[in-house]
């Protein structure tokens, strides 16, 4: 059932709000992997990033995803080498689980799924860091030699953070000191997962910035707060 025009049409629609959000002084814009979705077209979130990078000149591109199980980790580590040289710096890095649904495309047995995005992450992280080639014997990626080329221009790695919600998760992000991002659950939710999060990177003896812990939401914008009252219930309804 797809429709290439109405294809072309979502895409331009995405260049033109982020040119505007550029205008505006947003920080950040985010593209992630989803497949098999009507709703969201990006399942190579990197080429999506590329494309904005050379059609945006400030905002920083935030690549979240790709999704580790369904992906080559080497390559996801050039891939993104190459994407913060092109972009000058402005790459932000999230890496994840995914979600069932994403691995039935790609044929992942989902009960292997946590332990391929461990192993992945633990491999990006050090082809981006290690000065020289090295072999790679893990339980679910096997490499005689890995020489990631070209190195990061953000050193000795562009921000990056673990996506998720789950212990693994934070304790992940604590562990290598990277950031936590969470997403889309509810405050008293969150505060927990981020709490456990600033937890583990105690016992490891640093303190994540305010910046390293990112909640993504729906924003509902209108001219009131009633409006916006309005607003929410309508969707609401709709969903």
């Not at 190579?44 to 990033?49: D, E, G, H, K, Q």
Request: net charge negative; proline share 7%; glycine share 6%.
């Amino acid at each position: 059932f797809y429709e290439p025009e109405a294809g072309e049409q979502a895409f331009d629609n995405v260049l033109e709000r982020l040119a505007y959000i550029e205008e505006l002084g947003f920080d950040w814009v985010s593209v992630s992997e989803h497949h098999y979705s009507a709703r969201i077209l990006s399942p190579s979130p990197i080429v999506m990033a590329a494309y904005l990078a050379a059609h945006l000149s400030r905002l920083k591109i935030a690549v979240l995803g790709p999704i580790m199980p369904l992906n080559n980790p080497v390559r996801v580590a050039e891939e993104l080498a190459m994407l913060d040289n092109l972009t000058k710096g402005r790459l932000v890095v999230g890496m994840l689980r995914g979600t069932t649904n994403e691995y039935l495309v790609y044929g992942v047995k989902p009960e292997e799924a946590r332990e391929r995005t461990s192993e992945g992450m633990e491999l990006v992280l050090k082809a981006w860091t290690e000065p020289y080639p090295f072999g790679w014997e893990g339980r679910h990626y096997q490499y005689r030699t890995i020489s990631a080329w070209p190195r990061p221009m953000q050193q000795p790695i562009p921000p990056t953070y673990s996506l998720g919600t789950s212990r693994e998760s934070c304790e992940f992000a604590a562990r290598h000191r990277l950031g936590l991002g969470v997403s889309f659950g509810p405050f008293d939710a969150m505060s927990t997962v981020t709490r456990y999060y600033r937890e583990q990177c105690a016992l490891h003896d640093w303190e994540p910035t305010p910046e390293q812990i990112i909640y993504r939401a729906s924003i509902l914008v209108a001219d009131s707060d009633a409006d916006a009252q309005v607003g929410l219930r309508l969707r609401e309804q709709q969903a």
